[in-house]
């Protein structure tokens, strides 16, 4: 997948630190790396902004290298510039004390009164090599920035927030505009740091693509180019049986939302679709439904009858969880339920009270994870299923300024897939769906719309309706939450879940044209 998609790349500040030096040791040089960077973001503000006062606010690192070449660059453009210096400049990296020579400009030190004559400021403070949470000047400067409410520039990142988690250490700034080098790093695309970065551009500075083989890299941006060679287009000469056929179970009571999995797995393609529904509740469903069939589980023996129907070899993919019911006896049906889907072996999807069902005893639910499996929980079924995730060793392992901030979505998602077997999807905003082998996928299209009772259960049936045309979990969960978000910005403002499984022919006819014509 590396080569596939090398720029949905995400490195982590650490792991593009080692690009850097990579990309050294193959010939290029510091100097003109950083002269690249420097010039990349000053092109950005000048396209952008017209010219304005801008106060150039440089760090003790190279993040502040960059901030001096930005800010000669500006100069040379005539625009009036300010350079506010926090550090020590014998001690920086050569190439950041060579840059910082070659400024043209009168030097000050940093304080919150520069941004009195500011029109526009570039946060060169500190980037990548943030260590621990910001305190004294550069804290009460940052401060300041944000509410002045002057436009800001970030390189890199917005000062404060970790590369790595997208986590705030100490204080920030909400960028207008963020420029970094070479690939994205998670902190841009997982919450908060996304909010605060603005418009994000990527620029490329001269560093081979060739330093990523040394890497060894299992992050990526959500993007049909990490999948789409293996999306199950349907053949010229299929049938519906080479499709698929994926079971739905329906609960007793809110049956709104296993109607939602079922249509959203019909659009998706599956071949063909049952659902599953306990005698009670039969008839609402067959009136409800019409591609969709409505098999019988009878009164006492639901998973004896579910049992039976997944006898049918054909019946590949089966999603348990939307609306299953977790009051009284519905809990306890709803673990037999998913269990037996489970001892099939076939590719299954368990969200929603599938997830919660288990939250006495999360560990009954994974031993019986032996086959595919994709597991959609939102945060609060994940706090539910995975409760002791925060205290685990490898969170608090790391280095004391994140073992404060245990709230890494990435790792928690990665942690809880080692841990269950499934390939977890870690829902909200900037869902991250992560594998047992340690990949991952951060998505980064879903709008705030999608947040709405139901979208999930769409979802669910995205995701099982692609895994019986035979894709494999992890590529199914990439795609059906990336269709999930296309979906979802292309209804927009109004959207309601019943939209999503409607509107996903056009957003798959636009995927069609984009990648298969
Ligand atoms: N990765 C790349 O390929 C390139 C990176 N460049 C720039 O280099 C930056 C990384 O440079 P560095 O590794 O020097 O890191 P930074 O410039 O982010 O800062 C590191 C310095 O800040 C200090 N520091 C860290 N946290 C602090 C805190 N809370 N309070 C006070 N001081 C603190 C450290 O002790 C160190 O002196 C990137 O963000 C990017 O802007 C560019 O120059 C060009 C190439
Ligand atoms: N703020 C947001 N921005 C974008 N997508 C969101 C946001 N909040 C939730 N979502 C998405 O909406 C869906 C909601 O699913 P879920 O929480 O299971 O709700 P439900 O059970 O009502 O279907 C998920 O796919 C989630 O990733
Ligand atoms: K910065």
Redesign the pocket.
């Known amino acids: 997948m590396a080569q596939i998609a090398s720029t949905q790349l995400l490195l982590t500040p650490n792991e593009?630190?080692m690009?850097?030096k990579a990309a050294v040791v193959a010939g290029e040089s510091a100097f003109t790396?950083?002269a690249s960077?420097g010039k990349a973001v000053a092109d950005a503000i000048m396209t952008r902004w017209s010219k304005h006062s801008v106060l150039v606010m440089a760090?003790?690192?190279?993040?502040?290298?960059?901030g001096f070449v930005i800010a000669q660059a500006l100069l040379q453009h005539g625009w009036p510039v300010t350079l506010a210096f926090m550090g020590q400049i014998d001690v920086m990296?050569e190439e950041a004390q060579a840059h910082a020579k070659a400024w043209q400009g009168e030097w000050q030190t940093l304080s919150p009164t520069q941004l009195e004559n500011a029109e526009l400021v570039v946060d060169a403070l500190?980037?990548?090599?943030?260590?621990?949470?910001?305190?004294g000047v550069?804290h009460d400067m940052l401060e300041a920035v944000a509410q002045s409410g002057l436009p800001v520039c970030a390189?890199?990142v917005p000062s404060g927030l970790d590369g790595e988690t997208g986590q705030v250490f100490?204080v920030t700034v909400n960028a207008e505009l963020t420029v970094t080098?070479?690939r994205k790093k998670p902190g841009h695309l997982l919450f908060p740091g996304r909010g605060l970065c603005g418009e994000l551009m990527v620029a490329d500075?001269g560093?081979p693509v060739t330093v990523l083989d040394e890497l060894n890299l299992q992050t990526w941006e959500n993007n049909p180019e990490l999948w789409y060679q293996k999306y199950p287009w349907p053949r010229l000469d299929g049938h519906k049986f080479h499709r698929g056929h994926a079971v739905v179970y329906g609960g007793e009571t809110m049956t709104g939302a296993s109607r939602l999995t079922a249509r959203g797995a019909m659009r998706i393609g599956a071949g063909l679709v049952t659902l599953a529904a306990p005698i009670k509740a039969w008839a609402v469903y067959a009136t409800a439904l019409t591609g969709v069939m409505v098999a019988k589980l009878e009164q006492s023996q639901e998973t004896e009858d579910f049992e039976e129907l997944l006898l049918d070899s054909r019946h590949n993919a089966i999603a348990v969880g939307p609306g299953a019911g977790l009051a009284g006896f519905e809990r306890i049906r709803t673990r037999k339920i998913a269990l037996t889907a489970l001892l099939t072996g076939r590719a299954t999807v368990l969200d929603a009270d599938a997830l919660s069902a288990f939250s006495e005893d999360p560990q009954i639910l994974f031993d019986a994870i032996n086959g595919p499996c994709v597991m959609t929980p939102h945060e609060g079924e994940f706090m539910r299923l995975f409760p002791d995730i925060n205290n685990s060793p490898e969170i608090n392992n790391t280095p004391e300024i994140k073992k404060n901030h245990p709230d890494n979505k990435l790792t928690r998602a990665r942690l809880a897939a080692k841990q269950s077997g499934a390939v977890v999807v870690l829902k909200g905003a900037d869902t991250v769906i992560a594998a047992p082998d340690g990949l991952a996928i951060i998505n980064s299209n879903a709008p705030a719309e999608l947040a709405t009772g139901g979208s999930g259960d769409v979802l669910t049936g995205f995701i099982v309706g692609l895994l019986a045309q035979g894709m494999e979990p992890f590529d199914a969960a990439a795609a059906a939450v990336w269709m999930h978000g296309e979906v979802g910005n292309d209804i927009g403002a109004g959207l309601i879940a019943e939209d999503l499984p409607d509107h996903l022919p056009k957003v798959l006819s636009t995927f069609k044209t984009q990648y298969f014509s």
Request: glycine content about 24%.
């Open positions: 593009m630190g690009a850097d790396l950083m960077a760090g003790p690192g190279n993040n502040g290298g960059d990296s500190f980037g990548a090599g943030l260590s621990r949470p910001i305190e550069a390189v890199d100490g080098f070479f500075i560093i």
